[in-house]
């Protein structure tokens, strides 16, 4: 019995354009191209990527790594006032 697509004994013809196009197609473009060429390839495309980052100005960074560094003062000096009290509470219950 066949369906609207075609049976299951027949492949359609697109399946077998595809399997004949996968057939002809070894390796892709990898396969043409020597090691060096595609190293050269590869820094290349490092390159174009990094010019498109916006990179930050010295304000912006001088800015961000005052609140980094005031942010980890804040954290350092939290986790010791924690540290003190638990260390307290410790001996006070342990003896």
Do not use: C
């Not at 595609?38 to 100005?57: C, H, S």
């Amino acid at each position: 019995m066949a369906d609207a697509v075609g049976s299951i004994d027949t492949p359609d013809a697109q399946d077998e354009a595809q399997e004949s196009k996968k057939k002809a197609r070894k390796g892709g473009k990898r396969a043409k191209k020597g090691p060096l060429k595609r190293l050269g390839i590869f820094y290349r495309q490092i390159v174009a990527e990094l010019r498109k980052v916006v990179w930050p100005t010295r304000s912006q960074l001088t800015t961000y790594t005052t609140v980094v560094i005031v942010f980890v003062i804040v954290m350092i000096g939290l986790v010791t006032v924690i540290d003190y009290g638990l260390n307290h509470a410790a001996k006070y219950v342990f003896g």
